[in-house]
């Protein structure tokens, strides 16, 4: 296999995701405690490249700042106006020398799917997706790619659709003209160029905030067990659980995994984390609560006698006692430093940004940043 390099597009701001991306890149929302970014770079490594190249953009110095802390160097480049997938991947023609491998820094892919592509010239990734709409849908024939419809209307569920994943010859590269990478995709089509379609083995995305807790639920399936801070003797660990170091676990404590607590937290007296739970760090959760297929982000503190299921809290968000979110179809998602009185119940709410909600509330609705309930 010919030298390979990467490129990998981190500028998107990611506006579905809203209110969990009005204070960070989609590429930063953690799953699995770790960036987006990180576990796309870490199969970009496990694939076998080492010369990457990363395009950001919204909120350009948090991605920065993460990436001076990863192992292995990258190169970065900005893209100013966020104008298109094409338009990102030109900022990046100054680093390309040879065929690269394209892809989004806000999808999960495995490094088996990345090696499957790695083999073709000139290629994209493919994958079938239950709401294909929100996509670009597919057609080939013979492993050709014959077209690409960007969010189409009435298609069948299980519809194959572009994973936003390419691998390109720098001559596919130098031609690109057009702001979106399917726009050059077709216009080669149209010039003859062949275009194979590879079928992915696993890739995830997150369109809409929901959808965290399916990618942060698939990467807990791989967790290794480890406990690095102090856990009371009477605390109940079945499947794979994972704790930080200085986290505190404290008595009568049930850790059902896979579950995930970050690093300086404090978990108990008599709490039960659930399946499929990622807890950030310096989180405190008190007494008699009960979490489950939950992302909460870092500096969160849980009051006692709380019900949190299918659940995402930003960071700093402050839940006092009886908290309850009920999945109708999810639980709440709720932006950073939002302040949650007591004995208030969430029915599929959305929660922005630095919302403060008074006691004894039933919300079943939008709430927008800087907002106050009472």
């Known amino acids: 296999m010919p030298e390979i390099q990467a490129v990998i597009l981190a500028?998107?701001?990611?506006?579905?995701?809203?209110?969990?991306?009005?204070?960070?890149?989609?590429?930063?929302?953690?799953?699995?405690?770790?960036?987006?970014?990180?576990?796309?770079?870490?199969?970009?490594?496990?694939?076998?490249?080492?010369?990457?190249?990363?395009?950001?953009?919204?909120?350009?110095?948090?991605?920065?700042?993460?990436?001076?802390?990863?192992p292995i160097p990258v190169n970065v480049v900005v893209q100013e106006k966020q104008?298109?997938?094409?338009?990102?991947?030109?900022?990046?023609?100054?680093?390309?020398?040879?065929?690269?491998?394209?892809?989004?820094?806000?999808?999960?892919?495995?490094?088996?799917?990345?090696?499957?592509?790695?083999d073709k010239e000139n290629a994209l990734l493919v994958a079938p997706h239950s709401s294909p709409a929100n996509f670009g849908v597919i057609s080939r024939d013979d492993g050709r790619l014959t077209g690409i419809m960007e969010k189409p209307a009435g298609v069948e569920p299980g519809s194959l659709v572009s994973c936003?994943?390419?691998?390109?010859?720098?001559?596919?590269?130098?031609?690109?003209?057009?702001?979106?990478?399917?726009?050059?995709?077709?216009?080669?089509?149209?010039?003859?160029?062949?275009?194979?379609?590879?079928?992915a083995n696993d890739w995830q995305d997150a369109i809409y905030p929901k959808d965290l807790l399916s990618?942060?639920?698939?990467?807990?399936?791989?967790?290794?067990?480890?406990?690095?801070?102090?856990?009371?003797?009477?605390?109940?660990?079945?499947?794979?659980?994972?704790?930080?170091?200085?986290?505190?676990?404290?008595?009568?404590?049930?850790?059902?995994?896979?579950?995930?607590?970050?690093?300086g937290s404090v978990i108990g007296p008599h709490v039960c984390i659930g399946p499929n739970t990622s807890i950030g760090s310096r989180v405190t959760i008190e007494p008699f609560t009960y979490i489950e297929n939950s992302i909460i982000m870092n500096d969160c503190r849980i009051g006692s006698h709380s019900r949190i299921v299918?659940?995402?809290?930003?960071?700093?968000?402050?839940?006092?006692?009886?908290?309850?979110?009920?999945?109708?179809?999810?639980?709440?998602v709720c932006g950073d430093r939002t302040t949650i009185g007591p004995f208030t119940v969430i029915k599929g709410g959305v929660i922005g940004n630095d919302v403060t909600i008074q006691?004894?509330?039933?919300?079943?609705?939008?709430?927008?940043?800087?907002?106050?309930?009472?």
């Open 164 to 199: 936003g994943i390419y691998i390109f010859t720098q001559e596919f590269i130098l031609k690109i003209r057009e702001n979106t990478i399917p726009e050059s995709l077709q216009n080669r089509m149209n010039e003859g160029m062949r275009i194979s379609v590879v079928t």
């Open 11 to 70: 500028a998107g701001e990611g506006t579905r995701l809203r209110p969990l991306t009005k204070n960070r890149p989609k590429v930063m929302l953690p799953v699995a405690n770790r960036p987006i970014l990180e576990h796309v770079l870490n199969s970009v490594v496990a694939a076998g490249i080492r010369d990457i190249t990363v395009v950001v953009g919204y909120k350009k110095e948090q991605v920065m700042t993460f990436l001076n802390t990863y």
């Open 215 to 263: 990618v942060n639920k698939h990467l807990l399936k791989d967790l290794k067990g480890y406990i690095s801070g102090s856990i009371d003797k009477s605390v109940t660990i079945q499947g794979r659980a994972a704790a930080g170091r200085k986290t505190s676990i404290g008595p009568g404590t049930v850790l059902l995994g896979p579950a995930m607590i970050g690093e």
């Open 359 to 374: 006691g004894g509330k039933t919300l079943e609705k939008e709430i927008p940043d800087n907002s106050m309930v009472i």
């Open 83 to 118: 104008l298109g997938t094409a338009h990102a991947l030109s900022r990046a023609k100054e680093y390309i020398h040879t065929t690269t491998l394209v892809l989004a820094g806000d999808n999960y892919v495995d490094p088996q799917s990345l090696r499957a592509i790695m």
């Open 310 to 332: 299918d659940t995402i809290l930003g960071e700093g968000c402050l839940c006092m006692n009886h908290l309850s979110t009920v999945s109708e179809p999810f639980g709440a």
